[in-house]
């Protein structure tokens, strides 16, 4: 519960804790999937490095003639002085450690030498590497520290055989003999000529291609232009920059800090005085730093670690997205090259060079994350002393990973911003895989993903994929809860991962966490929800997750008590046996439909959406028809329309019919003939003056002997009639046609009915289903028309315009496309059957043919031409069919995971949200306590000043003042108006969407202390809740459902009577019908049905928050009865009052300072109080003849009358006359009319009232008298 104890006045507000109704998810937000895109995060075009070049043509010994050297300069080659050893035997040792650098980042690698080589020899390496390489990267590492600088036109240095002379390679050739894809690396002064020539050359290659394509007088066929431009470079300098020749530093200070990093780094945060922070860290103790780059647990390890993180987090933070995936996620190689390029910026422009990239790179030099690393290796080098000293001297590890994990949580708590992006993000990942963090880690990890989609989508984007996927092989319990949310939040938005989980197993850590009873079972929930996404549409993870027992392991946890469980669990199986019959058949075996059917009542409704569409994909599961395939499945149909058809909630009843649509489409023909005999019906209604034709087909007609012959032979197959006159052996024969009869009747009378369903998405989807079934009618009709009049007899070939009888009991038709079947005529799908009958056989003989069909033949495909062998399957059996209607549910459902789940401890006091909710509350608070200063305005005035008079758009029937809002909402007939009656003028008039000949009977506000939704009662039982009632543009239709289902439109009853229980979120439904129906709000389902015990209608309803358990109705025969809802059906009557002579226009159960007193009136004008301990009425007040209307006040003593005679009286409880309105206010005010309706405002001193001249008044106190 939420905490307000910082404010006291707040927490005293009775409103924190009045429960919302019609307040979840499905009521405000609407039934449709995550609609955020899914980011492209998966590098398509992966690739590796697989060979590297090194060129070195350092000619030991002898120096470039254009570079003058300083002395002491730099000497050192790969941390090798050259000049320590023979020439020859320096270059060899140089060349084997660059490689061992090398190897570090990349060890499969093909590496080769060239040694101060020749054009010749540098040709020779480079073709037969891309040759190796196909489409592979090879790297260029280039050394030219014994060379000239690179010229203007495009070309480096080698040498001649003989080494007297320099040789130029043209870069032009070494792009040729590199292809692409490449990467090049240049340590040499002046580097970044040579980056640009190489662009210049790629354009050219460019345009000499397109060249040769265009001139070619045949079409080009051979291999496509190497993409040139796309290679990628790294040059130490700039075009007219020198490397630095400080001795303190190596001559290859560039390749230094892409191979080396964390060593030439050390080194230089030595060098510099302005980090000495230690002066007796020497250069030479950097030499023995103990451990392994590859080894975390050791300081040089963990330092590598360290600069990994960083330089990871400085290029996601400042690169774009596209280019970091490209050079920092695509390639192991270039990623540790581009983040160690970034050390090289930092430390040669320290020394005035600038080394260049292409793709350039924006400037990270001065990134302040530089100085986190400054101030780790300070912390590491601060032990080096005392460590290399004693062996035995533990190394404390960096707090670096715990601080930034820190700040990665101070990020999520001040700032959850999807503009704001937190630098941390790669750190977080680089720790996933350390057990000292990784738990800390996973739930940060979890914290930013529950943020929303982007965050998930940001967090893919870093490359966290791979690591959560490693992550599933650890056996540790602790990361299964964290894990398994991880996970959810990923699959949410993105379930492209189906085949990275199933390939390596890692499916079953879900499974695992699924049937583990100890684990909490919102965890379980995730589980559930990542295996459906595992098995959705994708054939692999169905047989993994079969082989597993999960149809087994989801059926145990279908009566777990938490609802969400069981809702994933419902569609996890749904998915599971979603066009894979293995799993369905597991099921049959485990009576997983039978189990199912339980939750069809359960009280939530998302519970039971998900146990539909279960029902409906276990129903499409099955390619090959049997007769038991048939039998369960008609079991199946019977539940579904007898359990759920009306539901409450038009989530399940949506649901419904997409389950139902599969009958629909595997018993295609059975349909047709029920359809068209329905039809023939209506039609004969129709001629007879007596039509009830439902709108979704009363545009159906037909004419011609031919359609009246063929639906005689379709009645003749598929009527109770000719089945009852049937022989046992013709009825088995037949396939036990009676009862698949009565189930195709059946489903379709729910078709019928949920096509006038209240909730337009219901009615839409019916009407679809039906127009389905409509336009196989009207082919059949059109088909028949053609022959002109004229049907085959079963004795003659089927012809190209011909038709097949349609069965009602019959096997379904086939459907060979594996979707909706196809509307045309085509002449290829008719075929002859397999004998041949006259006219003269008897109509079961017809079964003995059509018993031969493939169960699931097409509506208009040819016969078969040899009875095929039970379970004998069709080739194209296997291909899923088409849906004829899809809804939202699941993907909604789905949307549940990918939004904030997490309840975050601290208050969220100040979140605008609270504030505006405070407010209101205050302002609720304030309205309420004002009904003292209206108690006491009655004492000095009388309650006849007209504070608001406007003629309503038709006449008003009833009308209600919203509580707190200057909102009164008048219904009519069909329609209903919002006016401001402190303002004086009409918010919105809308119709309320009805069917013909139905009006409204009842209205009333819900939440009306929060965002109030407004309910209309019509007089055919339904219920329509909006929200934003007075907004023309913004307002919405929440649900609609049919509170009482044996409810008829009648103009003289007392309709669908009303009574709303915010306390207990209860909806008292009564009417013209003998029971009271507690209907729960929560469960959108009754509760409670109460026999009245009367012999004529309820016309009033009322109920108490003081006496939850009472409740009083008035009835049409002048009775006032009073129910106690805890006891049985037929024994909650405890007391009848009889007094009334007619019928009860209005009833009151007063307030617990009154206690156990019932006020109510009747027509005849009477007014009596009851007690609940008293069989006679304590008084009456006079009456007033011809009441109309009647309306008692719920705070003060105040009682209204209308009558017909054009008056309105105005009581207190004591029968004494406060005021009588008869006319209209002003100097020529005329008199008011007949009284229609009349209402208190709950905590006013204000009356409306409606009359038959469609005139609405509000009447408050006037203080003049």
């Not at 640009?196 to 066929?221: C, G, I, M, W």
């Not at 059926?555 to 569609?571: C, F, G, M, T, Y």
């Not at 495909?861 to 549910?889: A, F, H």
Request: contains cysteine; glycine residues 6%.
């Amino acid at each position: 519960m939420l905490d307000f104890s910082c404010n006291e006045e707040a927490c005293d507000l009775l409103d924190w804790y009045i429960t919302l109704a019609f307040n979840h998810k499905r009521h405000t937000e609407l039934i449709e999937g995550i609609n955020s895109s899914t980011q492209k995060w998966r590098m398509k075009d992966r690739m590796k490095t697989v060979s590297v070049a090194l060129v070195l043509c350092l000619n030991v010994g002898v120096d470039p003639p254009d570079i003058i050297k300083t002395q002491p300069c730099a000497r050192l080659e790969c941390w090798i002085d050259p000049l320590s050893l023979v020439p020859q035997k320096a270059l060899d040792s140089i060349a084997a450690a660059l490689q061992k650098q090398y190897e570090k980042w990349q060890p499969r690698a093909r590496y080769k030498h060239s040694l101060d080589p020749t054009v010749d020899e540098v040709k020779r390496l480079c073709t037969s590497l891309r040759r190796n390489a196909k489409d592979e990267r090879v790297l260029f590492h280039y050394n030219g520290h014994g060379v000239p600088k690179p010229t203007a036109n495009g070309e480096i240095w080698v040498f001649n055989k003989t080494y007297t002379q320099y040789i130029p390679l043209s870069i032009y050739d070494l792009q040729q003999w590199m292809g692409a894809p490449s990467i090049y690396v240049y340590d040499c002064s002046c580097a970044g000529l040579i980056v640009e020539s190489f662009k210049n050359f790629a354009n050219q290659h460019e345009r000499e291609f397109e060249l040769l394509v265009n001139n070619s007088k045949t079409p080009y066929d051979g291999p496509p232009m190497p993409s040139y431009s796309s290679c990628i470079q790294l040059a130490a300098c700039g075009a007219t920059q020198i490397l630095p020749m400080n001795p303190d530093l190596p001559a290859d200070l560039f390749t230094s800090c892409l191979t080396t990093p964390v060593i030439i780094a050390l080194k230089w945060f030595v060098l510099q005085n302005s980090k000495k922070l230690l002066p007796g860290i020497t250069m030479d103790l950097i030499d023995q730093i103990p451990g392994q780059v590859s080894d975390r647990r050791t300081m040089l390890g963990e330092l590598n670690w360290i600069f990994t993180a960083i330089t990871d987090t400085i290029a996601w933070n400042v690169l774009p997205k596209e280019t970091f995936q490209r050079l920092f996620r695509q390639d192991l190689l270039v990623a540790s090259l581009f983040r160690n390029f970034l050390l090289a910026e930092r430390i040669m422009r320290f020394y005035n060079c600038t080394p260049v990239s292409s793709p350039s790179l924006p400037s990270t030099y001065h990134h302040h994350m530089w100085q986190a690393w400054d101030l780790a290796v300070d912390t590491c080098l601060a032990q080096l002393p005392t460590i290399l000293k004693d062996p035995s001297v533990t190394y404390s590890y960096s707090p670096f990973f715990s601080e930034q994990l820190t700040a990665f949580q101070v990020w999520l708590s001040l700032n959850q911003d999807p503009t704001s992006v937190p630098e941390q993000l790669p750190i977080v990942l680089q720790v996933l895989l350390s057990q000292v963090h990784r738990l800390r880690a996973l739930e940060l990890l979890g914290r930013f993903l529950d943020l929303g989609p982007w965050a998930v989508n940001l967090a893919l984007s870093v490359g966290i994929f791979p690591y959560v996927l490693k992550l599933l092989q650890s056996s540790a319990r602790e990361l299964r809860p964290l894990l398994v949310f991880i996970w959810a939040k990923v699959l949410a938005v993105d379930c492209t991962c189906q085949n990275d989980l199933v390939r390596d197993g890692s499916y079953k850590y879900f499974l695992a966490v699924l049937g583990e009873s100890y684990m909490l079972a919102e965890h379980r929930t995730m589980a559930a929800f990542c295996v459906s996404c595992i098995v959705n549409n994708y054939k692999p993870g169905q047989t993994s997750a079969m082989q597993s027992s999960i149809v087994s392991i989801c059926l145990e946890q279908l009566s777990d008590p938490n609802p969400k469980l069981r809702q994933w669990v419902a569609i996890c199986l749904g998915r599971m046996w979603a066009n894979y019959e293995p799993a369905r058949w597991c099921g049959v075996r485990d009576s997983a439909h039978e189990k199912l059917e339980a939750l069809l009542s359960d009280p939530h409704p998302e519970v039971r959406a998900a146990a539909v569409y279960a029902l409906g994909t276990f129903l499409n599961s099955t390619t090959e028809r049997t007769d038991h395939a048939n039998a369960i499945d008609h079991s199946i149909g019977m539940m579904l329309i007898n359990k759920v058809a009306n539901d409450g909630s038009p989530l399940v009843r949506q649901e419904v019919l997409s389950a139902l649509q599969w009958f629909l489409i595997i018993f295609e023909n059975q349909f047709v003939a029920v359809g068209y005999q329905y039809m023939e019906e209506e039609k004969a209604k129709e001629s007879s003056g007596n039509h009830l034709l439902a709108p979704a087909i009363m545009d159906i007609s037909f004419s011609g002997d031919g359609s009246t012959l063929a639906m005689e032979k379709l009645r003749r197959v598929s009527s109770s009639t000719s089945i009852s006159s049937m022989t046992s052996s013709t009825i088995h024969n037949a396939y036990g046609t009676l009862g698949y009869a009565s189930v195709f009747g059946n489903i379709w009378k729910t078709l019928i009915s949920l096509s006038n369903d209240p909730y337009p998405d219901v009615a839409k989807l019916a009407e679809k289903l039906i127009n389905y079934i409509k336009n196989k009618v009207n082919e059949i009709h059109h088909a028949d028309s053609t022959k002109n009049g004229k049907i085959p007899s079963m004795s003659e070939p089927s012809s190209p315009s011909g038709r097949p009888t349609f069965l009602t009991g019959d096997s379904p038709p086939s459907r060979t496309n594996g979707g909706v079947p196809h509307t045309g005529h085509d002449s290829s799908r008719l075929g002859k059957p397999a004998n041949r009958w006259t006219e003269s056989n008897a109509p079961y003989q017809q079964y003995q043919y059509f018993a031969q069909f493939n169960p699931i033949r097409k509506t208009f495909d040819k016969g078969p031409r040899q009875i095929r062998e039970v379970g004998e399957e069709s080739e194209d059996s296997q291909e899923p069919k088409t849906p004829l209607i899809e809804t939202q549910y699941v993907p909604w459902s789905t949307k549940y995971f990918s939004q904030p789940v997490l309840k975050i401890g601290e208050s969220d006091i100040d979140s605008s949200s609270h504030l505006e909710k405070e407010w209101l509350y205050l302002r609720n608070e304030t309205v309420r306590n004002g009904i003292l200063d209206e108690s006491k305005k009655l004492e000095t005035g009388k309650l006849d000043e007209q504070i608001f008079i406007n003629k309503n758009p038709s006449l008003p029937t009833s009308l209600k003042f919203h509580p707190y809002e200057s909102h009164m909402v008048v219904a009519d007939k069909e329609c209903f108006s919002v006016w401001d009656w402190e303002r004086g003028y009409l918010l919105r008039s809308d119709s309320a969407h009805n069917h013909q000949n139905v009006r409204i009977t009842a209205l009333d506000f819900i939440n009306a202390h929060d965002e109030t939704l407004l309910m209309i009662g019509s007089d055919d039982g339904v219920v329509k809740i909006w929200k934003n009632y007075a907004s023309d543009s913004d307002n919405r239709l929440i649900t609609a459902f049919q509170v009482i289902q044996d409810l008829l439109p009648s103009t003289r009853g007392s309709g669908l009577i009303l009574q709303w229980e915010q306390h207990m979120s209860q909806l008292l439904a009564s009417g013209d019908v003998r029971h009271v129906r507690i209907w729960d709000a929560e469960k959108e389902t009754k509760t409670q049905d109460i026999s009245t015990g009367a012999d004529s209608c309820v016309t009033c309803l009322t109920s108490s928050p003081d006496y939850p358990d009472l409740i009083v109705a008035g009835c049409g025969d002048g009775t006032v009865r009073v129910y106690d809802r805890r006891l049985a059906q037929n024994e909650c009557c405890l007391l009848v009052f009889q007094e009334h002579s007619g019928w009860v226009v209005n009833v009151m159960l007063q307030h617990k300072q009154n206690f156990g007193q019932i006020i109510s009136g009747s027509v005849a004008g009477d007014i009596r109080f009851w007690d609940l301990r008293h069989i006679n009425s304590l008084k009456n007040i006079p009456p007033a003849h011809g009441m109309t209307a009647m309306a008692i006040h719920p705070q003060l003593d105040l009682i209204a009358c209308g009558a017909a005679s054009q008056f309105i009286s105005v009581f207190n409880q004591n029968g004494e006359n406060i005021s009588t309105i008869k006319y209209h206010d002003g100097f020529m005010g005329h008199r008011i009319g007949p009284i229609s309706c009349l209402g208190f405002h709950p905590y006013k001193a204000s009356l409306a009232a409606g009359s038959t001249d469609s005139l609405i008044s509000v009447y408050s106190v006037n203080r003049k008298h």
